[in-house]
């Protein structure tokens, strides 16, 4: 073998060589980007919640026309005596049945909770990525538990809710992260 060739597979070698290091680099969580996405929508989990991999607790509210997709966030550890996490962020996105306005459908879904017993905090409106969300806060009488719910639905029937759930004592502790976290809730442009 001559230098010529030498050098040549040396090169090659080495060009081999540092595209598995990438390789390896870009498969692990180096370079793993702690955004979630989900069916168009992405957002930022608070850091260092786990993914629940069954997350209960979450429902459209509104008769939905496919299986609601939900993917929800909690901190370790569980309230006393239940198996509920102490604080957690939900995300649900589902194709509504009906055609939904929440300028009409709205008071109709605070009237259903006070009529099931929920005790209303407070309920209003708040921009989130330039969209108007319908938001409510209640406390649930039998749990305790207090949850902070957000609505929108958009110009092609689509619902997307986020939802805060805590213990009552823990409720102001992990507010700061769930309000970071919805901070970063973005929807992207779909044509269905």
């Known amino acids: 073998m001559d230098d010529d060739s030498a050098k040549i597979i040396k090169a090659i070698v080495t060009f081999l060589v540092v595209v598995l290091c990438l390789k390896v680099l870009a498969s692990s969580s180096l370079f793993k980007s702690s955004v979630h996405k ?3 929508y992405s957002f930022v989990p608070p850091a260092g919640w786990e993914q629940l991999k069954d997350p209960r607790g979450v429902s459209p509210v509104f008769e939905a026309a496919d299986k609601p997709e939900v993917v929800m966030f909690a ?3 569980k309230v006393p005596n239940a198996d509920i996490p102490v604080a957690s962020m939900a995300v649900l996105t589902v194709k509504l049945a009906n055609p939904t306005w929440l300028e009409d459908d709205f008071p109709t879904l605070i009237d259903a909770l006070v009529k099931a017993g929920y005790r209303l905090i407070d309920r209003g409106q708040i921009k989130i990525d ?8 209640y406390q649930d009488p039998e749990s305790s538990l207090v949850s902070f719910e957000f609505y929108m639905v958009n110009d092609i029937n689509r619902l997307y809710k986020i939802q805060y759930t805590a213990a009552p004592d ?6 700061p992260a769930f309000e970071a976290s919805k901070d970063t809730f973005k929807i992207s442009a779909q044509l269905w």
């Open 38 to 40: 989900g069916h168009g």
């Open 170 to 175: 823990a409720f102001k502790q992990y507010r």
């Open 130 to 137: 330039n969209n108007v969300f319908w938001w409510v806060f």
């Open 75 to 77: 901190v370790p550890g």
